[in-house]
Nanobody, 113 residues
Framework: EVQLVESGGALVQPGGSLRLSCAASGFTVSTEGMIWVRQAPGKGFEWVSGIWSTGAPYYPDFVKGRFTGSRDNAKNTIYLQMNRLTPGDTAVYYC???????WGQGTQVAVSS
């Protein structure tokens, strides 16, 4: 059974940092592409980071330089390091297989002073 479990969400002040984790089971992340998406209150889903099966990350322009995706094959876990957070980053963050077939339960990130 495929499972994705996110963690690391929290309330943080503007300018702060968080690292989200996504522990996978039932498949091997090093053989799959993975993405992070988010959903802000009242808005649709928005892609914020991806990592190819090769391990190479990729990002949309609006997070470049602030968000960094990575992977630990030994732990079968992917990560999203988020720096210089703004209130606009407030959302529920989900890790998702690149084919969109499997989603985690989400982890809440709130950026507020």
């Amino acid at each position: 059974e495929v499972q994705l479990v996110e963690s690391g969400g929290a309330l943080v002040q503007p300018g702060g940092s968080l690292r989200l984790s996504c522990a996978a089971s039932g498949f091997t992340v090093s053989t799959e592409g993975m993405i992070w998406v988010r959903q802000a209150p009242g808005k649709g889903f928005e892609w914020v980071s991806g990592i190819w099966s090769t391990g190479a990350p990729y990002y949309p322009d609006f997070v470049k330089g602030r968000f960094t995706g990575s992977r630990d094959n030994a732990k079968n876990t992917i990560y999203l390091q988020m720096n210089r957070l703004t209130p606009g980053d407030t959302a529920v963050y989900y890790c998702v297989t690149a084919d969109m077939a499997y989603w985690g339960q989400g982890t809440q990130v709130a950026v507020s002073s």
